[in-house]
T-cell receptor, first 113, second 115 residues
């Protein structure tokens, strides 16, 4: 158990819909990262937050947005869903600093039908 | 962040040591070497990291060459549960990038442990 909690574990929704994925980081971790992994694809970095502020952005679509709340949990919002958005979405957290490792949650499997 | 090169796949007999190489010839002085693994669709799992010295923990050992241009992850007694994709990642530490320490995953090495 990494200490990072993601909900829900599975999500099935229709095209055009909007969903919210939730991540609770490990206690004390200030950084939260979101990654997308499509079927047989690598892990693609989407976005990072540090203590409520956006710090880095990767290949995140404009239809996707995220935020980190004062209690440090984070939400990833996916809207106008397309079939190609079907993927595993992982959240990770870390204590920002030199050589600190990141711990990943078990992911949310999103299926768009 | 420096780019890494890993073999696409490797096999290792159960009970033997698995040695996974990684080339990072363009690594900078303030960049760390990290290893993660992903067991079939689970969240990536942190294994070990190092800057210049060799490191060992309960999971593995990390050997970094003196010029830091390559490294080897060693799983001393591989078991079937070590079958996974192993990622070698080079990443800057803190300082100017404090709070921005994303991990950039490549394609990794698919390690298969053979019974």
């Amino acid at each position: 158990d990494s200490g990072v909690t993601q909900t829900p574990k599975h999500l099935i929704t229709a095209t055009g819909q909007r969903v919210t994925l939730r991540c609770s980081p490990r206690s004390g971790d200030l950084s939260v990262y979101w990654y997308q992994q499509s079927l047989d694809q690598g892990l693609q970095f989407l976005i990072q937050y540090y203590n409520g502020e956006e710090r880095a952005k990767g290949n995140i679509l404009e239809r996707f947005s995220a935020q980190q709340f004062p209690d440090l949990h984070s939400e990833l919002n996916l809207s106008s869903l397309e079939l190609g958005d079907s993927a595993l979405y992982f959240c990770a957290s870390s204590v920002a600093g030199v050589g600190t490792e990141a711990f990943f949650g078990q992911g949310t499997r999103l299926t768009v039908v | 962040d420096a780019k890494t090169t890993q073999p696409t796949s490797m096999d290792c007999a159960e009970g033997r040591a698995a040695n996974l190489p990684c080339n990072h010839s363009t690594i900078s002085g303030n960049e760390y070497v990290y290893w993660y693994r992903q067991i079939h669709s689970q969240g990536p799992q942190y294994i070990i990291h190092g800057l210049k010295n060799n490191e060992t923990n309960e999971m593995a050992s990390l050997i970094i060459t003196e010029d830091r241009k390559s490294s080897t992850l060693i799983l001393p007694h591989a078991t079937l549960r070590d079958t996974a994709v192993y990622y070698c990642i080079v990443r800057v530490g803190a300082g100017a990038n404090f709070g921005n320490e994303k991990l950039t995953f490549g394609t990794g090495t698919r390690l298969t442990i053979i019974p």
